[in-house]
């Protein structure tokens, strides 16, 4: 296995076997994990590389690197949904790579699209060696790309200060959480005004509560807005939750989560299209993937460049059946 590298040179000439590079996160999920895919990474059949990151925006230098390197390429994010992100925006663009998820972190949102199953399915290597891989569409937010999803209500709110909470001493990771959607529901206050423009559909500095561009299915550790949603479709599936009252939003917030916004037109505005955007007089607190954005306007599009994702070809991403109304 290779060493702990700060800047790694992986590019190689001449060579026409597919790389298998390991971008090992060591700070994500817990202590041991590290170690423990590390010991099945080397029992692995195929060829492989290891490399690990040391802070923010290492995984995408990987990622370029491998990309300026001009030969074909698997490479497995092995962290969170953050550690996916830098993967892909190194990535994208490029036809001779292909990109996965290792399940490392807590979250690994975006491999639930998989199913409930996937960290088994994403943790047997061999099978994700040698699984097919789909072109996936991406979402470009003022241009930093995301696979999954996009947030810019109080949800993304509560994303981000959990950010802020995880990091105090005894706070655990659901703590964080807790107190996160506490400050931001209880005390700071669901609704903000917002100038929103889907489609043909505006609302000007309107009060809102949550918007959210789904690419893939779920987000925030257990929320999946819109259940059918497809990340190969070249449709971004958006929904937006204009004012609602405290009350309101605690009884309609599992209803949201479960994928059924369907149920609630008075409340939920829909669109299926390929660009929305947004801007307030105040600052937005935007989340993609995890990364955490800020300014006062936004445009969410769909992205003209791709990224290959590879899979276990026992796993699925088409959604359950259809939903009955």
């Given at each position: 296995?290779?060493?702990?590298?700060?800047?790694?040179?992986?590019?190689?000439?001449?060579?026409?076997?597919?790389?298998?590079?390991?971008?090992?996160?060591?700070?994500?999920?817990?202590?041991?994990?590290?170690?423990?895919?590390?010991?099945?990474?080397?029992?692995?059949?195929?060829?492989?590389?290891?490399?690990?990151?040391?802070?923010?925006?290492?995984?995408?230098?990987?990622?370029?690197?491998?990309?300026?390197?001009?030969?074909?390429?698997?490479?497995?994010?092995?962290?969170?949904?953050?550690?996916?992100?830098?993967?892909?925006?190194?990535?994208?663009?490029?036809?001779?790579?292909?990109?996965?998820?290792v399940?490392?972190?807590?979250?690994?949102?975006?491999?639930?699209?998989?199913?409930?199953?996937?960290?088994?399915?994403?943790?047997?290597?061999?099978?994700?060696?040698?699984?097919?891989?789909?072109?996936?569409?991406?979402?470009?937010?003022n241009?930093?790309?995301?696979?999954?999803?996009?947030?810019?209500?109080?949800?993304?709110?509560?994303?981000?200060?959990?950010?802020?909470?995880?990091?105090?001493?005894?706070?655990?990771?659901?703590?964080?959480?807790?107190?996160?959607?506490v400050?931001?529901?209880?005390?700071?206050?669901?609704n903000?005004?917002?100038?929103v423009?889907?489609g043909?559909?505006?609302?000007?500095?309107?009060?809102?509560?949550?918007?959210?561009?789904?690419?893939?299915?779920?987000?925030?550790?257990?929320?999946?807005?819109?259940?059918?949603?497809?990340?190969?479709?070249?449709?971004?599936?958006?929904?937006?939750?204009?004012?609602?009252?405290?009350?309101?939003?605690?009884?309609?917030?599992?209803?949201?989560?479960?994928?059924?916004?369907?149920?609630?037109?008075?409340?939920?505005?829909?669109?299926?299209?390929?660009?929305?955007?947004?801007?307030?007089?105040?600052?937005?607190?935007?989340?993609?993937?995890?990364?955490?954005?800020?300014?006062?306007?936004?445009?969410?599009?769909?992205?003209?460049?791709?990224?290959?994702?590879?899979?276990?070809?026992?796993?699925?991403?088409?959604?359950?059946?259809?939903?009955?109304?």
């Open positions: 296995m290779s060493g702990r590298r700060r800047r790694p040179d992986i590019r190689k000439k001449g060579a026409s076997i597919i790389r298998h590079i390991f971008v090992i996160n060591p700070a994500a999920g817990k202590p041991e994990s590290t170690r423990r895919l590390e010991e099945q990474i080397a029992r692995l059949s195929v060829p492989h590389e290891v490399f690990y990151t040391r802070e923010a925006g290492d995984a995408r230098v990987i990622a370029e690197e491998a990309a300026k390197a001009g030969q074909p390429a698997r490479i497995y994010a092995c962290g969170g949904d953050g550690t996916l992100n830098e993967v892909v925006n190194g990535a994208a663009g490029h036809d001779f790579l292909a990109v996965t998820s399940p490392k972190g807590t979250g690994n949102d975006f491999l639930k699209l998989f199913g409930p199953d996937y960290r088994r399915l994403f943790y047997d290597l061999e099978a994700l060696a040698v699984g097919p891989q789909t072109p996936f569409d991406l979402m470009d937010c241009g930093l790309l995301g696979l999954d999803v996009v947030c810019a209500g109080v949800d993304a709110r509560i994303a981000a200060g959990v950010h802020r909470y995880k990091d105090l001493r005894f706070v655990s990771g659901k703590g964080a959480y807790i107190l996160s959607l400050e931001n529901i209880f005390w700071r206050g669901i903000r005004p917002m100038t423009r889907m043909e559909q505006v609302w000007k500095e309107s009060p809102t509560a949550i918007l959210c561009i789904c690419n893939g299915r779920h987000y925030g550790g257990g929320f999946m807005p819109v259940a059918d949603a497809m990340p190969d479709d070249g449709v971004l599936d958006v929904l937006r939750v204009g004012r609602v009252s405290l009350f309101t939003f605690l009884r309609l917030v599992g209803q949201y989560a479960k994928g059924l916004y369907w149920k609630y037109p008075r409340l939920i505005d829909e669109y299926h299209g390929q660009e929305v955007s947004f801007s307030a007089r105040e600052e937005i607190t935007v989340v993609v993937d995890g990364e955490v954005m800020r300014d006062t306007a936004f445009t969410v599009r769909l992205s003209e460049k791709k990224v290959n994702f590879f899979y276990p070809a026992s796993a699925s991403y088409q959604p359950l059946p259809g939903r009955s109304n």
